[in-house]
């Protein structure tokens, strides 16, 4: 029998294929691109790692997908690169704490690759944590107030816990360092009526001496409540408070004697601290029967200062108006100044003119006596200030 040919296209088409494919018989062979590579730091299996390093996990020859990670059984946030080459956690890692990792990688012809590690970070030491911020979680503050973040020792590296310190809310602001044991946070303006400011401290890993790491995170969020401003003229006598703009209460008072320095009420940018009703009074650095002394249950009083200075009621109406005769408070008429302490909030601003002894800025929350410039001279990042919504970073 005579063997078939194939036709002359069909042998073309078959040597074409020969020539691609030698081994057609047994199948094409494809070449497929290696996998991505996929890195993490520290590397799995690792202990006593330094938190302050975070953790970072690189791919090269293909993309991050996904990436997993957990300290114990909570979540680790972080962010890609614009790449996606690169996932960095977005804070320190938390001290004592085992760490897992799951990532995966796609690359050329959808080629995956998945790693996956697990590492503890260092016990600590000595820990430091915050020991109180304020305002209070959920309370409702004036135009003036700030954040004050006391820890619960000292912090050398005052860089690294700054960068760890985020306030989230409608105002431009900055961080001052009082002491080694306390951060304030400040806004350049008052903070707007009604803005809600959430301010967060991810100590957590924070190396904030040597061998000494913060322990946990902390987050406080408050609300600003309306606009309440008070201006006190000790030479008129007299004190106006307006709320949103608008005089609320016009009130004649009495200021300090001003017959010793201890006496004299201070001029400045006062904020309302805290109030009670009463509030014992004592003659500071006299003892009983020396001239000078007092002890007394004041009604309706609302501090403003470390010094001693209140706003509070009296009933000397035959001087609020017409002269200056306490020991340094700002009293009023009883009904108004039970106004001015049913309506005061923390942070409330009252502002202090015509005396001769002024507010320093460490003495209570005097800290709008210092300028713009001076205040960013207490941030140990020295540029200290970002736009809203992330006013530190």
Known sequence: MKPR??????????TALLVACPTLAAGCAVRVPPAPRITISPASGAVAVAPEAGLVVRAEGGRLTSVLAFAGRDPVPGAFDPARSVWRSSWTLRPGTQYVVNAVATGPQNVTAQVAGRFRTLTPRREVAVATIVPSDGETVGVGMPIIVTFTGPVEDRAAVERALVVRGPAEGAWHWASSTQVVYRPRKWWPAGGEVRVTAHLAGVRAAPGT???ADRSVAFTVGRAMVSTVD???HQMVVRQDG????RMPISAGMATTREYTTTSGIHLTMDKGNPVRMVSPGRRKGEPGYYDKLIDYAVR???SGEYVHALDNVWAQGRANVSHGCVNARPDQARWFYEHALRGDPVIVTGTTRDLEWNNGWGYWQLSWPRWLAGSALRHGVAEAPSAAS
């Open 234 to 236: 000790t030479r008129t």
């Open 304 to 306: 403003i200062s470390n």
């Open 5 to 14: 040919t194939l036709p002359p296209a069909a042998r073309a088409l078959l």
């Open 213 to 215: 790491y913060g322990a």
């Open 246 to 249: 608008r005089v609320a209460q």
